[in-house]
């Protein structure tokens, strides 16, 4: 399927990913487990049942998988325009991504997170929303992927439920990061400030390290233009930067009300 492991896409904390096709011209993405991962077979397992039974336009879809021995490995649909990081990043020939594709981007994955929040049952929190999750197809179509990590939720009264916390550090909700308790509120804020200003997370020479305290340092004083994207040259609307601004903020704040 992948000509003997001939293109690596990339690689995750789960392994190797590697460009493959199958019945002759469809492309996929194959993701080997390698041995030294310490994610393991239960986030290979948690993956593979969850993607089994949860199809949304915006989220990446299970192609098929492999479950031999220690040879765990699973085959997703390809993501032509790879991973929103390289993207921003400017690393796959030079793009700029335009400020309309980023907030259709930032709709798009929200769309996903909303449906794995209401329109599953039990509820599900993905836990590990970043920009190298959210792929896009050759029409820039965002798509929530990486699974592994993702937690059900109790139906009924309770809304929390008390877990280890998982996930990367510097994208966590601050009130699941505090007090352990995971929450079904959206934790995209980080990575709509990310969009917003394609600065790294956490940076030590910055005056305040995390992109959060950053950010809301240079809000108070009223000075979007040191916040945006230097590569979209002023290209945008700023009440609707603003805006994003403001959503990015709400979803960040230390209380989930």
């Not at 003997?4 to 487990?33: D, P, S």
């Not at 335009?98 to 599953?120: N, P």
């Not at 995209?188 to 992109?211: A, D, Y």
Request: aromatic share 8%.
């Amino acid at each position: 399927m992948t000509n003997n492991f001939e293109k690596a896409l990339g690689e995750g904390g789960f392994g190797i990913v590697y460009h493959g096709c199958v019945n002759g011209n469809q492309q996929v993405a194959v993701k080997l487990l390698s041995q030294s991962s310490s994610q393991g077979y239960k986030h290979f397992k948690a993956e593979v049942e969850l993607l089994m039974r949860v199809h949304h336009i915006n989220l990446v879809s299970l192609v098929g998988y492999c479950d031999e021995a220690e040879n765990l490995a699973l085959i997703y649909e390809y993501m032509t325009n790879g991973d929103l990081k390289q993207q921003l990043s400017g690393s796959r020939e030079g793009f700029v991504l335009s400020w309309e594709s980023r907030l259709r981007i930032a709709v798009d994955a929200a769309l996903g997170l909303e449906y794995l929040h209401t329109g599953c049952k039990p509820p599900i929190v993905h836990r590990d929303i970043k920009t190298t999750n959210i792929l896009l197809d050759q029409n820039f179509q965002a798509k929530i992927a990486d699974f592994g990590l993702s937690r059900s939720f109790p139906t009924g009264n309770e809304t929390y439920v008390s877990t280890v916390v998982a996930g990367t550090p510097g994208y966590l909700d601050p009130e699941y990061y505090q007090t352990n308790w995971l929450t079904e509120k959206p934790h995209l804020g980080v990575v709509l400030l990310e969009i917003i200003t394609n600065q790294p997370i956490i940076q030590q020479s910055r005056e305040k390290p995390h992109l959060v305290e950053w950010i809301s340092s240079i809000i108070t004083k009223g000075d979007i233009k040191k916040l945006m994207d230097p590569n979209l040259h002023q290209n945008y609307d700023t009440g609707s930067v603003w805006k994003a601004i403001e959503v990015a903020m709400s979803c960040v704040s230390l209380s989930s009300t």
